[in-house]
């Protein structure tokens, strides 16, 4: 089965996204979770760049739907944080 890639029309979202990609990936393949900690913290310096992004435009669907898909892609990293204080 292929994997539906994010057709997001957005150059900033673009160079951004093979880097969120290969960090989850390695999360994904990290073995304990502080090395998926250290990954996680890589995850929201790269998601905060879409974040705070200054062309976002609360009318585009383009922004709308990167700016949902960072917000979920935080929320994982922000979990995977949370969990290495527990551990």
């Known amino acids: ?22 960090i989850t990936a390695k999360i994904n393949s990290a073995k304990g979770i502080l090395e998926k900690a250290e990954f996680a913290e890589e995850l929201q310096q790269e998601v905060n760049v879409l974040l705070s992004c200054p062309d976002y435009d609360e009318k585009s669907i383009d922004c709308k739907n990167c700016r949902f898909i960072a917000n979920v892609r935080k929320k994982t990293a922000d979990l995977i944080i949370k969990a290495r204080k527990l551990a």
């Open 1 to 22: 089965m292929s994997k539906e890639r994010a057709k997001i029309n957005c150059p900033i979202f673009q160079k951004q996204e093979p880097v969120i990609e290969d």
